[in-house]
């Protein structure tokens, strides 16, 4: 397992770009899936985007597809989620987390991540 640090959330209005971060305390997310959820009051955690261990494949969410980019630097930390076109639904605590075995058919399953941060709060406004 390793510790994961969530930052970068905020206010912003609707339409509007936010960028977040994911890093590992005390070591480095090298070798490992990282996968973006969210989960917004009364919701069920919903899968956001996951970047594979190689860093060569991406997936995402069909609400934020063609909006959130996920991105890392040569396949190691920090691990960063571009949001653009935000909009009023995209409100949410985003949890940032973390695997070394996972397989490519299960970058989008919660359970397949044996790390996460503390989440980090998005807040778009009308």
């Known amino acids: 397992q390793v510790q994961l640090v969530e930052s970068g959330g905020g206010l912003v209005q609707a339409g509007g770009s936010l960028k977040i971060s994911c890093a590992a305390s005390g070591g480095s997310l090298r070798g490992y899936a990282v996968a973006w959820f969210r989960q917004a009051p009364g919701k069920e955690r919903e899968f956001v985007a996951a970047?594979?261990?190689?860093?060569?494949?991406?997936y995402y969410g069909d609400s934020v597809k063609g909006r959130f980019t996920i991105s890392s630097d040569n396949a190691k930390d920090p691990v960063y989620l571009q949001m653009n076109s935000l909009k009023l639904e995209d409100t949410a605590v985003y949890y940032c987390a973390a695997g070394s075995g996972v397989i490519t058919s299960s970058l989008r399953n919660p359970a397949a991540y044996n790390s996460w941060g503390q989440g980090t709060q998005v807040t778009v406004s009308s």
């Open positions: 970047v594979s261990r190689t860093g060569g494949f991406t």
